[in-house]
């Protein structure tokens, strides 16, 4: 099982948490669009995860309104983990 830590994300123009995050990548340039993260998370193949004040938060998927998402699983952050990341470069 791969096991991948995001540092990065791409955005779309939407405004929506939900629609906004395109792309996710890492540390040595990897880039994975978000429907193949969420296709590797549901096969149980690869985890994803954030680094959150020196702890790790898993990535997990959810659906909202029918159509899937990835997120954070909660923790005491306010903000959402994923879309505070910086833009990939």
């Known amino acids: 099982m791969a096991d991948w830590q995001i540092s990065c994300i791409s955005k779309s123009d939407r405004t929506s948490p939900h629609d906004r995050i395109r792309q996710v990548g890492g540390a040595g340039g990897w880039r994975k669009p978000t429907n193949d993260v969420i296709r590797l998370i549901e096969a149980g193949t690869d985890t994803f995860w954030v680094s959150v004040g020196g702890n790790r ?9 029918g159509r899937k998402y990835i997120r954070t699983r909660p923790d005491d952050q306010r903000q959402n983990n994923l879309l505070s990341l910086p833009e990939c470069a």
């Open 57 to 65: 938060t898993d990535v997990v998927v959810d659906t909202h309104n």
